[in-house]
């Protein structure tokens, strides 16, 4: 067992879905520190710049807010170009001192696009627009594939997928936040 100061915050589930002309993120609300629950409602998708993307995180928090901030400030500086944006972020990312110890992960989307960030340089786009990151997200992303050909919408797969996930993965709740915008 690690000790205290090596201790290490667990999990969350985040998911995107691509479909019927909407684009839905969605996550839990638990974070945990081993094996206890410190909060079960925190919010962990959001809009981003001018509201025309969203994005979710997984892993430390404060580090997600920082790399949040800083896509917005890229965002700023290309607006409309989401995938720019995303690529001169994980270029900062991976060759910054303080921004290559962040601990998180990424997923972003704007009407056209869904990617998702890492600390290893990757933007990724998704197949077929579902992804799933964090502790639940392999869970979430079988489920949201399943559903995908279903009459379900995208918000509905998100909601119902995060459910899937958490009644597997412990460190998943379903304290969940979705976000939504139409996509192109």
């Given at each position: 067992?690690?000790?205290?100061?090596?201790?290490?915050?667990?999990?969350?589930?985040?998911?995107?879905?691509?479909?019927?002309?909407?684009?839905?993120?969605?996550?839990?609300?638990?974070?945990?520190?081993?094996?206890?629950?410190?909060?079960?409602?925190?919010?962990?998708?959001?809009?981003?710049?001018?509201?025309?993307?969203?994005?979710?995180?997984?892993?430390?928090?404060?580090?997600?807010?920082?790399?949040?901030?800083?896509l917005e400030t890229k965002l700023e500086q290309?607006?409309?170009?989401?995938?720019?944006?995303?690529v001169e972020l994980a270029k900062d990312w991976?060759?910054?001192?303080?921004?290559?110890?962040?601990?998180?992960?990424?997923?972003?989307?704007?009407?056209?696009?869904?990617?998702?960030?890492?600390?290893?340089?990757?933007?990724?786009?998704?197949?077929?627009?579902?992804?799933?990151?964090?502790?639940?997200?392999?869970?979430?992303?079988?489920?949201?594939?399943?559903?995908?050909?279903?009459?379900?919408?995208?918000?509905?797969?998100?909601?119902?997928?995060?459910?899937?996930?958490?009644?597997?993965?412990?460190?998943?709740?379903?304290n969940v936040t979705v976000e939504t915008i139409?996509?192109?």
């Amino acid at each position: 067992m690690s000790s205290p100061e090596h201790a290490s915050w667990h999990g969350t589930t985040i998911l995107t879905v691509r479909k019927g002309g909407i684009v839905a993120i969605g996550g839990d609300g638990q974070v945990s520190l081993q094996a206890t629950i410190i909060k079960a409602n925190a919010k962990k998708v959001r809009r981003l710049g001018k509201g025309d993307v969203i994005g979710g995180f997984a892993g430390a928090t404060a580090d997600a807010f920082t790399l949040f901030e800083r896509l917005e400030t890229k965002l700023e500086q290309y607006p409309g170009q989401l995938t720019r944006a995303c690529v001169e972020l994980a270029k900062d990312w991976r060759t910054d001192r303080y921004l290559r110890r962040l601990e998180a992960m990424m997923i972003v989307a704007d009407q056209e696009t869904s990617l998702v960030l890492t600390g290893t340089g990757d933007v990724l786009e998704p197949e077929a627009g579902v992804a799933g990151i964090g502790s639940g997200g392999n869970y979430a992303l079988a489920a949201a594939r399943a559903l995908l050909d279903g009459p379900l919408d995208a918000e509905a797969i998100v909601r119902k997928s995060l459910d899937i996930a958490a009644d597997i993965c412990v460190y998943t709740n379903r304290n969940v936040t979705v976000e939504t915008i139409n996509a192109a």
